[in-house]
Protein backbone atom coordinates (compact mmCIF):
# COMPACT_ATOMS: atom_id res chain seq x y z
CA UNK A 1 0.00 0.00 0.00
CA UNK A 2 0.94 3.67 -0.54
CA UNK A 3 -0.15 6.71 0.42
CA UNK A 4 -0.18 9.38 -2.11
CA UNK A 5 -0.26 13.47 -0.90
CA UNK A 6 -0.74 16.37 -2.51
CA UNK A 7 -0.94 20.38 -1.40
CA UNK A 8 -2.89 22.01 -4.26
CA UNK A 9 -4.24 25.25 -4.47
CA UNK A 10 -8.02 25.47 -3.05
CA UNK A 11 -9.72 26.25 -5.76
CA UNK A 12 -8.91 23.04 -7.28
CA UNK A 13 -9.77 20.85 -4.74
CA UNK A 14 -13.23 19.96 -6.21
CA UNK A 15 -11.64 19.17 -10.20
CA UNK A 16 -9.01 16.73 -8.76
CA UNK A 17 -11.95 15.13 -6.14
CA UNK A 18 -14.02 14.42 -9.67
CA UNK A 19 -10.55 13.29 -11.32
CA UNK A 20 -10.04 10.88 -8.43
CA UNK A 21 -13.68 9.78 -8.56
CA UNK A 22 -13.19 8.86 -12.23
CA UNK A 23 -11.05 6.12 -11.49
CA UNK A 24 -12.88 4.82 -8.04
CA UNK A 25 -10.88 6.83 -5.69
CA UNK A 26 -13.56 7.49 -3.38
CA UNK A 27 -11.98 8.17 -0.14
CA UNK A 28 -9.23 10.80 0.87
CA UNK A 29 -8.81 12.88 3.76
CA UNK A 30 -8.30 16.87 3.56
CA UNK A 31 -7.15 19.15 4.90
CA UNK A 32 -6.71 23.04 5.12
CA UNK A 33 -3.05 23.87 5.06
CA UNK A 34 -0.88 27.04 5.00
CA UNK A 35 2.75 26.96 3.57
CA UNK A 36 5.44 28.41 0.75
CA UNK A 37 7.98 27.28 -1.79
CA UNK A 38 9.23 28.42 -4.46
CA UNK A 39 6.91 31.40 -4.50
CA UNK A 40 7.89 32.63 -1.57
CA UNK A 41 4.46 34.00 -0.12
CA UNK A 42 3.51 37.25 -1.68
CA UNK A 43 2.42 40.90 -0.46
CA UNK A 44 -0.83 42.75 0.60
CA UNK A 45 -2.43 45.82 1.26
CA UNK A 46 -4.50 46.20 4.55
CA UNK A 47 -5.99 49.27 5.24
CA UNK A 48 -2.95 51.24 3.20
CA UNK A 49 -0.52 49.23 5.24
CA UNK A 50 1.34 46.59 2.95
CA UNK A 51 2.34 43.67 4.71
CA UNK A 52 4.05 40.30 3.36
CA UNK A 53 1.70 37.24 3.69
CA UNK A 54 4.65 34.34 4.38
CA UNK A 55 2.53 31.11 4.03
CA UNK A 56 -0.27 30.60 1.32
CA UNK A 57 -3.26 28.58 1.81
CA UNK A 58 -3.27 25.18 0.25
CA UNK A 59 -5.29 22.02 0.76
CA UNK A 60 -3.44 18.76 1.58
CA UNK A 61 -5.41 15.61 0.32
CA UNK A 62 -3.72 12.69 1.70
CA UNK A 63 -5.25 8.90 -0.38
CA UNK A 64 -3.85 5.61 0.80
CA UNK A 65 -4.13 3.28 -2.30
CA UNK A 66 -2.52 -0.47 -3.10
CA UNK A 67 0.43 0.10 -4.91
CA UNK A 68 -0.66 -0.60 -8.28
CA UNK A 69 -3.07 2.56 -8.20
CA UNK A 70 -0.66 4.69 -7.68
CA UNK A 71 0.08 5.78 -11.25
CA UNK A 72 -3.17 6.44 -11.97
CA UNK A 73 -4.16 8.64 -8.64
CA UNK A 74 -0.50 10.74 -9.52
CA UNK A 75 -1.75 10.96 -13.00
CA UNK A 76 -5.33 12.72 -11.74
CA UNK A 77 -4.32 14.92 -9.72
CA UNK A 78 -1.79 16.39 -11.82
CA UNK A 79 -3.84 16.74 -14.41
CA UNK A 80 -6.34 18.03 -12.98
CA UNK A 81 -4.76 20.36 -10.28
CA UNK A 82 -2.20 21.65 -13.12
CA UNK A 83 -2.76 25.46 -14.13
CA UNK A 84 1.01 25.86 -15.07
CA UNK A 85 1.50 29.16 -12.90
CA UNK A 86 4.01 28.88 -9.70
CA UNK A 87 2.31 27.30 -6.54
CA UNK A 88 0.66 24.16 -8.45
CA UNK A 89 1.72 22.20 -5.82
CA UNK A 90 3.71 19.34 -5.01
CA UNK A 91 2.37 15.30 -4.54
CA UNK A 92 4.54 12.60 -2.45
CA UNK A 93 4.07 8.99 -2.46
CA UNK A 94 4.95 6.92 0.76
CA UNK A 95 5.28 3.39 1.91
CA UNK A 96 2.21 2.62 4.27
CA UNK A 97 2.81 -0.53 6.46
CA UNK A 98 -0.43 -1.43 7.23
CA UNK A 99 -4.19 -0.50 7.55
CA UNK A 100 -6.90 -0.92 9.97
CA UNK A 101 -10.50 -0.35 10.02
CA UNK A 102 -11.53 0.51 13.40
CA UNK A 103 -15.08 -0.62 13.12
CA UNK A 104 -14.40 -3.99 11.51
CA UNK A 105 -10.77 -4.80 12.66
CA UNK A 106 -10.30 -5.24 8.95
CA UNK A 107 -6.32 -5.14 7.46
CA UNK A 108 -4.68 -4.69 4.71
CA UNK A 109 -5.80 -3.91 1.54
CA UNK A 110 -9.77 -4.59 2.80
CA UNK A 111 -9.46 -1.75 5.39
CA UNK A 112 -9.11 0.68 2.08
Given amino acids: MKKVEAVIKPFKLDDVKEALNEIGIQGMTISEV ?7 GHKEIYRGAEYVVDFIPKIKLEIVVEA ?7 EKIQQAAHTGKLGDGKIFI ?3 EEAVRVRTGEK ?5
Avoid at 34 to 40: T, V
Avoid at 108 to 112: L, N, R, S, W, Y
Fill in 68 to 74: KWVDQVV
Fill in 94 to 96: LPV
Fill in 34 to 40: KGYGRQK
Fill in 108 to 112: GKDAI
